[in-house]
């Protein structure tokens, strides 16, 4: 009986290891299952929410590029007024100036110039694209006059709020003229915001969403609807330049301020909102801009939710469906897992070199036949798409320095030694007077082009374009020990290739520059807005370079580029260098007490002028 009791009791070993493996493998292949699709969920919704920002900040960088250049041409006309480049009593001078800043900037509808004496001169760009100027009489318009005044007072750049004229409402920026202490008038430029709009238009489209611009919380600044339509919109007058919100046809805006922000979706300095329009939920995105004037700017781009629905429900699908077959097809379980991580793994390595900002040779993902990974892959190319639309505006090579310097950390700013160059073209204002705008664009960017690759060869950073000017610096972020002669080295190079080069097939005199080279310590770092940072020099050693730059110009005997070197920089960049200077004396610039010592540089090894 105890045998009889025992064999009952005991279990096949066939039995027992399917049994045991098949519950050991169940049992491990459903964990994985289950995390592989806690894991999907969550790098879908980071992906999307990633893919998200991006087309925000895309959306801005194309706003800003669109309506900052108004600000510059201001800053730049002004600037070359307060040192003395530009007389605005010469009107044609002044046209000619106005003319040349336009051409750089298309969007830019005209340019004007109200003088002491409330006497204007307009520039401005006609229905074919051409530049005309006009005379106009005695200034009599109160708000106007209110406006130069304003500025007259301030001192200083600023936004006006939108304004209609002539059948468009612009917004636009005004800058003050002065020369020597003595307010010369008012320049203002701006946009139209119906510009503004089929900029905002065409990027959406390219996104497949929707973008638009507010203008505080009740008027509509930018919008697919006021593309061409805000001279003939019944709801904008002089008395109202912009549309209220509450008047526009798209259901989902007119809703967006009644919509609470989503509170579960924190994004740095993003407004998430869920709105119910047209028997459909919307996803939205808007950032605050407080840079154009008293009013915020609210910047935004909506899509709808059904998009995100269905790619929710296709994950649980999938993994009902992989819990379904599990106890039946291990093996394919196993082979499938393997095609299904292939896509992934090249997400990750694409997305590695993403993080370190190396866009130029990166493929798109390929797509994939299992539709989940085929929508990530294509959401994940969108990516790479806004990434590329931001390469063409921040300097890659800076970048790159920054992430090795830094290990991807924010960059403090500190005083530290490096040295400084300005470069400017000799005679722009006389050589461009009878160039088509399109022409002086080309040479401008051929010129620029030229500049810059002799800069980078020598390890500096190009911090900004002024006009016709480039202004470099050496030393940061990267450790630059040699950063004066490296800087000296550059000039010469620049020099050369500038008298060199012929490539831009524009019938002009031989370009010329003015190059000063300057060392001394500076504050080095990341300055500005949160939602706009340039990494850039700020210090009393950049004005004595600039400064530097204007005396060039006394020693200009019509041959050749000239480039003066301060006695600080010589001092660095002399020894050992085989670099040739000549001692060219002392000066007394503006903005310094004691004189500035100044040498030529004529030439260094392998490099002659």
């Known amino acids: 009986m105890t045998d009889v009791r025992n064999q009952r009791r005991s279990i096949r070993i066939t039995v027992l290891l399917i049994t045991a493996i098949a519950s050991l493998v169940t049992l491990s ?3 994985v299952l289950v995390l592989s699709g806690m894991a999907a969920f969550r790098s879908t919704f980071e992906l999307l929410s990633d893919t998200a920002t991006l087309t925000m900040e895309a959306v801005e960088t194309e706003v800003r590029s669109h309506v900052i250049p108004a600000r510059q041409i201001v800053s730049h006309i002004t600037t070359l007024v307060e ?5 605005p009593a010469n009107q044609q001078q002044m046209v000619t100036a106005m003319k040349g800043a336009m051409a750089a900037a298309p969007q830019i509808a005209g340019l004007v110039y109200w003088n002491s004496e409330n006497i204007e001169l307009r520039v401005g760009r006609l229905p074919d694209g051409t530049v005309a100027a006009a005379l106009a009489q005695e200034i009599t318009d109160p708000y106007i006059l ?11 750049p600023s936004w006006g709020p939108p304004v209609f ?25 701006g946009v139209t915001i119906s510009e503004l709009s089929s900029k905002v238009d065409r990027i959406g489209r390219h996104l497949d ?67 119910h329009a047209n028997g459909q939920e919307y996803l939205a995105m808007s950032r605050s801009l407080t840079e154009f004037g008293g009013t915020p700017w609210h910047i935004g781009i909506y899509a709808t939710m059904d998009s995100l629905d269905d790619q929710v429900r296709r994950l649980v699908g999938a993994m009902i469906a992989g819990l379904g077959v599990l106890g039946l097809a291990i093996v394919g379980a196993i082979v499938l897992a393997r ?30 036949r299992i539709k989940e990974l085929d929508e990530q892959s294509v959401a994940f190319n969108r990516m790479l798409d806004g990434l590329r639309w931001f390469e063409t505006y921040v300097p890659k090579s800076l970048v790159h320095r920054l992430i090795a310097g830094q290990d991807g950390q924010s960059v403090p700013s500190g005083e530290q030694e490096v040295t400084v160059m300005f470069t400017d073209i000799i005679g722009f204002t006389a050589m461009t007077e009878h160039m088509a705008p399109a022409d002086v664009a080309t040479m401008l960017n051929r010129q620029f082009e030229v500049i810059n690759q002799c800069i980078e060869a020598e390890g500096g950073t190009l911090d900004k374009y002024i006009g ?30 500038v008298a060199e080069d012929t490539t831009d097939g524009i019938k002009h005199p031989p370009i010329r520059l003015k190059i000063a080279v300057h060392t001394g310590r500076l504050l080095v770092g990341n300055i500005g807005a949160k939602a706009r940072m340039n990494y850039t020099v700020i210090g009393d050693t950049v004005n004595t370079c600039s400064r530097i730059e204007t005396l060039c110009g006394e020693f200009d005997t019509g041959d050749g580029s000239i480039i003066l070197v301060s006695g600080d920089t010589m001092a660095q960049a002399q020894a050992g260098t085989g670099l040739v200077f000549e ?27």
Not at 146 to 156: L, Y
Not at 165 to 189: E, K, Q, R
Not at 473 to 489: I, S, T
């Open 146 to 156: 209110a406006s130069i005044a304003r500025v007259k007072t301030t001192g200083t």
């Open 468 to 497: 016709d000017s480039v202004m470099a610096f050496w030393g940061a972020p990267e450790h630059q020990p040699d950063h004066a002669e490296r800087a000296c080295r550059a000039a010469l190079h620049i020099a050369r290739a």
């Open 165 to 189: 004229n002539d059948g468009a409402t612009y917004v636009y920026v005004l800058g003050p003229l002065v020369h020597t202490g003595s307010f010369l008038g008012v320049l203002t430029s």
């Open 339 to 368: 095609y299904i991580a292939r896509p992934i793994r090249n997400i990750a390595s694409v997305a590695d070199r993403v993080g370190r900002f190396e866009l130029t040779d990166i493929t798109a993902v390929p797509r994939s």
């Open 583 to 609: 001692d060219a004396g002392s000066f007394t610039v503006k903005g310094r007490q004691e004189p500035v010592h100044v040498s030529k540089l004529t030439g260094a090894p392998n490099v002659t002028l």
């Open 29 to 31: 292949t459903g964990i």
């Open 83 to 87: 040192s003395g480049d530009i007389d």
């Open 209 to 275: 969403i929707t973008a638009f611009v507010l203008f505080g919380n009740d008027h509509v600044l930018a919008h697919p609807e006021l593309i061409g339509t805000t001279g003939n919109n019944a709801f904008i007058s002089e008395q109202n330049p912009l549309l209220p919100i509450t008047e526009l046809k798209d259901a989902v805006l007119r809703r967006f301020h009644h919509a609470e922000p989503h509170r579960d979706h924190q994004i740095e300095n993003v407004t998430v909102r869920n709105i």
